[in-house]
């Protein structure tokens, strides 16, 4: 016995530390919900948080597929910085264009700068306008690798979003996007930029007195609630969790955080936000604006009629 569990704890080291295909700090969350509860059937997900490599051909049939599986209507890409997630070239570039054509209405797209990548708001300001010209509807997975949160780098790429209208999507952690416990550094852009829209994501949720705070007090956020750390902080404490949906219940988008890594996975969903929020008996509204309602409104999406 005492071998056998030497191997086990060797190997959720091994599995939990490093990337898994690329993608770092991925690592396999807790079962959070039981086996026996099903994701919905009587509606689909939107999903505003997906990883794919856009840039090659039949990377979206993949995603495609995927949706299909996983009850999902409609999803938004945004680019990470790995080859093929993004494009390097103009060529590539149109390729990814062409493949995004071909599932209009359904994959939607972000775009990303990196903030070392442009030295004013204008030069931002002029790619940011072609990128909405060619269909995105949204800025991320914005990362601000080494930078504070408010960093005048990563300001730069807040004013000419606002300027443009692309809502943000952001990632917190421990060297991205960095904030101190209070996470004032997210109030500073909240206060500067009043008119960007910022979505919320990653070590965000870890502070989550001040995520609710955050949410009741700046019309401007929302949060998706994709990666593992979100389950596994609502379910701390589910009678808060439930207050704390309700309360924001017209800020919080159901989200998975999948890509390239996971879209292959069978059987039972890798995550488990397929089915925590099945849990919680939410009211009927709430579930509905947080599954797919709150996303639609966001980004214009045309609501489909409710079931
Ligand atoms: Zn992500």
């Known amino acids: 016995m005492k071998s056998l569990l030497a191997v086990l704890v060797v190997t959720s080291a091994v599995l939990s530390a490093g990337e898994v295909n690329g993608k770092p700090e991925k690592p396999a969350p807790a079962p959070i919900t039981s086996p026996d509860t099903k994701p919905p059937t009587d509606l689909k997900f939107i999903d505003p948080h997906v990883h794919a490599f856009s840039v090659r051909p039949a990377a979206l049939d993949q995603v495609a597929q995927w949706m299909v ?41 972000m775009c990303i700068i990196q903030p070392e990548e442009v030295e004013t708001v204008e030069q931002a300001v002029t790619i940011l306008k072609r990128e909405i010209a060619d269909g995105a509807i949204a800025f991320g997975e914005h990362y601000g690798v080494g930078l504070n949160f408010d ?19 952001f990632h917190i952690d421990r060297n991205k996007n960095m904030v ?83 879209f292959n996975k069978k059987g039972n969903a890798p995550y488990p936000h397929y089915t925590f929020f099945e849990e919680l008996n939410l009211p009927a509204e709430v579930r509905y604006k947080i599954y797919r309602g709150n996303t639609e409104k966001l980004f214009g999406f045309k609501p489909t009629a409710k079931s």
């Open 69 to 109: 599986e996983r009850n999902i209507e409609r999803c938004i890409i945004s680019p990470l910085d790995h080859n093929g997630s993004r494009p390097r070239d103009e060529a590539e570039y149109q390729a990814m264009l062409e493949n995004f054509s071909k599932y209009k209405g359904r994959i939607d797209r």
């Open 151 to 169: 960093d005048p780098k990563n300001l730069r790429l807040y004013d000419a979003c606002e300027q443009v209208g692309l809502p943000v999507m």
């Open 180 to 262: 101190e416990a209070g996470m004032q550094r997210v109030d500073n852009v909240l206060k500067r930029y009043p008119k960007c829209k910022l979505i919320a994501h990653a070590y965000w949720w870890k502070q989550l007195k001040d995520a609710d705070r955050q949410l009741q007090q700046y019309p401007n956020l929302y949060a998706d609630m994709s990666g593992a750390v979100v389950p596994a902080i609502l379910n701390r404490d589910r009678t808060f969790a439930r207050e704390f949906l309700i309360r924001n219940q017209d800020k919080i988008l159901w989200a998975t955080d999948e890509g390239w890594w996971s």
